[in-house]
């Protein structure tokens, strides 16, 4: 059974920094597209970064560029999120997901992807 497993969210002052992890079981995931999402309440899912199965290209939103950073270690199956000078509008429940590779969409759509984890809560007081 896939399992996605989000962690390192929590309770953060604005300016700090987070490091979120998802850690895959039951499945490899090295030749896949990953991808981090994020929801605030009341709003949509929205795109954070992804991140090619080789690490060699990455995506981020306009609005975390040059303040996140995305990474994966295929040996280990996990994919990261390194969260710098962060802003009370970061605050939301992260999700990491697959992107399933025979949908031919981009990977800031999040309809592109497949498995997704229960998601962490990253909370950044002003």
């Known amino acids: 059974q896939v399992q996605l497993v989000e962690s390192g969210g929590g309770l953060v002052q604005a300016g700090g920094s987070l490091r979120l992890s998802c850690a895959a079981s039951?499945?490899?995931?090295?030749?896949?597209?990953m991808g981090w999402f994020r929801q605030a309440p009341g709003k949509e899912r929205e795109f954070v970064a992804a991140i090619s199965w080789s690490g060699g290209t990455t995506y981020y939103a306009d609005s975390v560029k040059g303040r996140f950073t995305i990474s994966r270690d295929n040996a280990k199956n996990t994919l990261y999120l390194q969260m710098n000078s962060l802003k009370p509008e970061d605050t939301a429940v992260y999700r990491c997901?697959?992107?399933?590779?025979?949908?031919?969409?981009?990977?800031?759509?999040?309809?592109?992807?497949?498995?997704w984890g229960q998601g962490t809560q990253v909370t950044v007081s002003s």
């Open positions: 039951g499945r490899t995931f090295s030749r896949y597209t």
């Open positions: 997901a697959v992107k399933d590779p025979t949908r031919p969409l981009v990977p800031q759509d999040r309809r592109g992807y497949d498995y």
